[in-house]
């Protein structure tokens, strides 16, 4: 089993919603940032958001004001709340987590969302 395990992703129209989850494994302590990425076929992996074990959040241009990431320390999970989707959403969602020294990162299998117009 994955120590970073995504839920959530499936099929939608566009101007729908989804919500991602990502979990961590209880092996992986002291989690510090997480993140979500994104990979549409033939592109590079980009970042969407990412949030810090304060709290602070930061997005790519293309999903502001659209995608919320927010996180519960407590339950090591991260989440993805999406709406207003796009076509050009669709792609392959990761869950990213960093560590606290000893740096160590982590990935998930990754979730599909498809966005039909």
């Known amino acids: 089993q994955g120590q970073l395990v995504e839920s959530g992703g499936g099929l939608v129209q566009a101007g729908g919603s989804l919500r991602l989850s990502c979990v961590a494994s209880?092996?992986?302590?002291?989690?510090?940032?997480m993140a979500w990425y994104r990979q549409a076929p033939g592109k590079q992996r980009e970042l969407v958001a990412t949030i810090t074990r304060g709290g602070s959040t930061n997005y790519a241009d293309s999903v502001k004001g659209r995608f919320t990431i927010s996180r519960d320390n407590a339950k090591s999970t991260a989440f993805l709340q999406m709406n207003s989707l796009k076509p050009e959403d669709t792609a392959v969602y990761y869950c990213?987590?960093?560590?606290?020294?000893?740096?160590?990162?982590?990935w998930g299998q990754g979730t599909q969302v498809t966005v039909s117009s």
């Open positions: 209880r092996i992986i302590f002291s989690i510090n940032a």
């Open positions: 990213y987590a960093d560590t606290l020294p000893p740096a160590r990162n982590y």
